[in-house]
């Protein structure tokens, strides 16, 4: 009898993932698809419906939307960026998409970086949008120290003669450029920064969640490790619950987002009392360009 419920016991969790992930908005999936293949290049079908804990089916309709607008291209078990992604602009409704998605992160990540200062300990989370930030303060030549458990993140920086980078260690997860576990954990355990980068796969009912409990224990262990937390969240991220729960959205001493922040969602973070900022996407250059507004509500 308890051989036959331990067998059971991963179908069962399977299962219910898949139920609650399946409550995530289309978009939320397509942009965490995007995310994925943004660092790798290529994903299989079966890694993508591991990572989200959704089924096979949902996973393929979501390669054939962003198929459909040239945001991917299928291939045999998987799928690849798309034409679009690559730099090939074919409709007009593909650019402004993908534009629209590549100016949100860039937005975000500007907006972090003037949260930096000059020898400020800075740790930073494991995701494309927090890659974003870190390249802003590369770009800004500040001196920092910089502690991170994202191998992309670390390359960038290591080509920067400011910046004191500190990669804690740990295991590469398949298919990522995380790096979780031993000695990283104890590492972090053990470290009082100034400020972290926190990544976001998913938001919902004032709540932080992720679909691996490998990444949010590993968002909650950089949080502890900081005195400044601040969270650079894409504003399409905002709707169904992830797999499971990382920390309630105000923990945070701050969140940064783009404008396509909901305004329904926005009332709700205030009526949280949770500190929200938005940058608009920068214009091209003109002479009588006025300087990119910020606001925070």
């Known amino acids: 009898m308890v051989a036959r419920i331990s067998q059971n016991v991963p179908d069962m969790i399977s299962k219910t993932a898949g139920r609650r992930v399946e409550k995530l908005l289309p978009r939320q999936r397509q942009s965490f ?26 996973v393929r309709r979501d390669l ?3 198929e459909s607008r040239k ?19 074919e409709t007009e409704e593909s650019r402004a998409t993908s534009g629209a998605m590549k100016g949100a992160k860039e937005s ?5 970086a003037t949260r930096i200062r000059e020898g400020d300990s800075v740790v930073f989370d494991s995701s494309t949008t927090v890659l974003e930030a870190a390249r802003a303060i590369v770009e800004a030549r500040l001196r920092i120290t910089a502690v991170t458990n994202n191998i992309k993140i670390a390359e960038l920086m290591s080509a920067s003669d400011n910046i004191r980078l500190i990669i ?12 979780a576990g031993e000695p990283g ?12 980068l926190i990544g976001a796969q998913s938001a919902s009912d004032g709540m932080l969640t992720d679909s691996r409990i490998e ?13 400044t937390r601040i969270l650079l969240i894409d504003s399409w991220k905002f709707g169904g619950p992830g797999f499971c729960d990382v920390v309630p959205l105000s923990d945070f001493d701050e969140l940064i987002t783009d404008m396509g922040l909901p305004e329904e969602e926005r009332r709700n973070l ?18 009588s360009q006025e300087p990119v507004r910020k606001r925070a509500y």
């Open 185 to 196: 954990d104890s590492f972090l355990n053990h470290l009082h920064a100034d400020i972290a």
């Open 168 to 179: 804690p260690g740990g295991t590469r997860r398949p298919g990522t450029n995380m790096l």
């Open 108 to 112: 975000i990540g500007r907006l972090a």
């Open 33 to 58: 698809i995007l995310d994925v293949l943004t660092e790798h290049g290529v994903v299989t079908l079966q890694h993508l419906a591991e990572r989200l804990g959704a089924s096979f089916s949902t």
């Open 64 to 66: 054939d939307e962003l």
């Open 270 to 287: 205030q009526r949280r009392g949770i500190q929200v900022s938005v940058e608009e996407p920068a214009l091209e250059p003109a002479a």
């Open 71 to 89: 945001l991917v291209e299928r291939t045999h078990g998987g799928a690849i960026l798309g034409s679009l992604s690559k730099g090939v602009v």
């Open 215 to 227: 990444s949010a224990s590993t968002k909650r262990l950089l949080m502890k490790a900081v005195r």
